[in-house]
């Protein structure tokens, strides 16, 4: 049986990248008093493609709950369906329609919060704008306990860093929050960060467990202990394509993480 779907109208759509034609969407449901979520979630969303079958895709949420809007952050996928579809909805004159369902999935932050990492490349930046929204709202208290949140961003060329920004003016406002942005292929003239999201995440790892004097790997946990009582002083949280994000659950379990402290959401 189908589900039901929900008719999102789009406010507005705004290119953030145009090498790699990424676009930033904002919706409205307009029969919904208020769409509550859990930041990280996702949307399916549901058209008809040229031969009139339905096509369903799902896209995280790139924004925490607010009222019964949402946002997305897309890239076309040269000759896919959906991504183009989106892209190609036009906000003027507004009145594009999504049929989308939702909200799903089990890619959010654990409570209470603790020292984070998240990683993401690519558009696996959006559950990650709906985290620090969620975590750092701009109005209202602050959700991160004064934990240290590491955000760790991958891709290869400046251009493709989405929402800068907003993270950047985050690092700025919240001394707990870290904005590591690092390019696989940066020009000379690049004075950041370089290389893969691995390395700087493990880094991050090996520094922190020196500063607490913890011993790495961790020694690992007593498989008596029941999963309702397993509980982490950090969790990293990853989200993109299917080939990072099994290459920096590798490098976290050979740091003798707990496969529930690794929370991943993978897009192929
Ligand atoms: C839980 C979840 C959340 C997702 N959230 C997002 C999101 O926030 N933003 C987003 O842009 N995509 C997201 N995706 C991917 C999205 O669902 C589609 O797969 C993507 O838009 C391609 O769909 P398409 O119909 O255009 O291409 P298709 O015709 O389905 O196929 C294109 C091919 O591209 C691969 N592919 C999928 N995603 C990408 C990508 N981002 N870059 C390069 N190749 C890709 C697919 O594996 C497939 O082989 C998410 C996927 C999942 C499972």
Redesign the pocket.
Known sequence: MARETYPARLESKTLISEPSQCFHFEFVLDGMESFPFAAGQ?VSAVAEDANGKLQT????L?SAANANRFD????R?PD?????HLADLTDLPPGSIVQVHGPH?HFTLHEPVTDSILVAT??GI?PMRGFCQWLFPENGPDRSNGKDIWLIYGTRHESELYYRDYFEALAARHPNFHYLATLSRAPESWGGLRGYVQEHMARIVEERAARLGQPLPAPPVDPATPPAELSFDIYAYICG?NNMVASVRESLAGYGWHRKQIVF????
């Open positions: 996702f895709r799902a896209y995280s790139a997305l952050c897309v890239n996928v896919g369906f959906f991504s183009n999935g690519g558009t959006a394509l959401e993978r897009y192929d």
